[in-house]
């Protein structure tokens, strides 16, 4: 690989000589920059631009850790962040725990090792004093999806509450008051934030809630397909279920209808997500539309104030959410019914 040295001692000059040229940061007489320009053609030099960036004390690089690359979320959270770093010529270099908390430490180093400018975390939520450290030493984290359990880390969120009373708001206005979640992972505090929207619902409407009327699990398709089994074994009478996932929900519309039941005759179910699927499968998922695209673009947005130390009032945003009626619900939607919001 042609490297500086080589440039320089082609041009007969020194390789300060050879940066100043290339990165025009003194002057030098215009003979000394025409060999330099000429060596470099010749020998096809490429300037490494990462030690450029280092040089200028940035890297160029952002750090992006997701919990499963694999997962919807992780997935398309990274979709917007790239593209928004590509436009500021940044590259995004991610680190994938593939289910596997414990990893997070060892993860966390091996990033701040490459000197990633900043950190967009999308993990478990599990080292959060760590965060919180590399966040007080200089190196921007944000946090996305995960809602921190304090508020110095600035993050990109969505509101859990106001998000599951649509959802239930919706179910109720059709008349349903029995009315089921099956809820997702009991260490995602999502999860938690969920299940306490949908048991203040439940207190504030008066609508009957028990416990048990509250299934974690999985936020997968298999999880939903069995709460859907445990609920009409263990929980007759409900007529509505709604879903923290749209993995989950696809799961329970395959479990009730495995039973001989219609959706939405005999149970309305809803989501949350506005997976693609949701508009294809039949019937058609009412969801909440989850931005993670936009969640995703906005983290990067607020990695840029924090590195240049912008005078921002805002470092927890919460972006907005939006109830996707479909026929899972609601009898008089058409059967297929794809979202004109951007996923």
């Not at 330099?36 to 850790?65: C, D, E, M, W």
């Not at 996932?245 to 989501?271: H, K, N, Q, T, W």
């Not at 931005?291 to 009032?313: C, H, I, S, T, Y």
Request: aromatic share 6%.
């Amino acid at each position: 690989m042609i490297t500086i040295r080589d440039v320089a001692r082609r041009a007969g000059v020194s390789t300060a000589t050879v940066s100043y040229v290339l990165n025009q940061k003194r002057r030098v007489s215009q003979d000394i920059a025409a060999r330099v320009q000429a060596a470099v053609a010749a020998l096809n030099y490429i300037p490494s631009g990462t030690a450029r960036k280092l040089k200028r004390g940035r890297s160029g690089i952002i750090g992006f850790v997701a919990d499963n690359i694999a997962n919807r979320c992780p997935s398309r959270v990274v979709q917007g962040l790239t593209a928004a770093a590509a436009i500021h010529g940044y590259s995004v270099l991610i680190s994938d725990l593939h289910d596997a908390p414990e990893t997070e430490p060892r993860a966390l180093e091996l990033l701040m090792r490459e000197q990633v400018e900043g950190l967009v975390y999308c993990g478990f939520g599990t080292i959060e004093d760590q965060l919180i450290g590399i966040h007080r030493s200089g190196t921007p984290v944000v946090v996305v999806d995960k809602p921190p359990r304090g508020k110095i880390l600035p993050s990109v969120l969505v509101d859990n509450a106001r998000s599951t009373e649509l959802a239930l708001k919706h179910l109720l206005a059709l008349g349903h008051r029995q009315i089921r979640f099956i809820s997702g992972d009991p260490i995602n505090r999502n999860t938690l934030l969920r299940n306490e929207a949908f048991r203040k619902f439940c207190r504030k409407h008066r609508l009957p809630f028990a416990h048990h009327h509250i299934l974690m699990g999985s936020y997968s398709i298999q999880h939903g397909y069995a709460g859907a089994s445990r609920l009409l074994e263990e929980d007759a009478g409900f007529t509505a279920v709604f879903c923290g996932d749209d993995m989950i929900a696809f799961g329970a519309m395959a479990g009730f209808r495995s039973r001989g039941l219609r959706i939405p005759e005999d149970i309305a179910v809803a989501g949350f997500a506005n997976d693609p699927l949701a508009g294809v499968v039949d019937p058609g998922l009412t969801t909440i539309h989850y931005p993670m695209v936009d969640m995703g673009r906005q983290a990067f947005e607020l990695f840029l104030a924090l590195r240049d130390k912008n005078n921002r009032p805002v470092l927890h945003e919460r972006l907005p959410t939006q109830l996707i009626i479909r026929r899972s619900t609601d009898p008089s939607q058409p059967w297929y019914a794809h979202s004109e919001v951007e996923p």
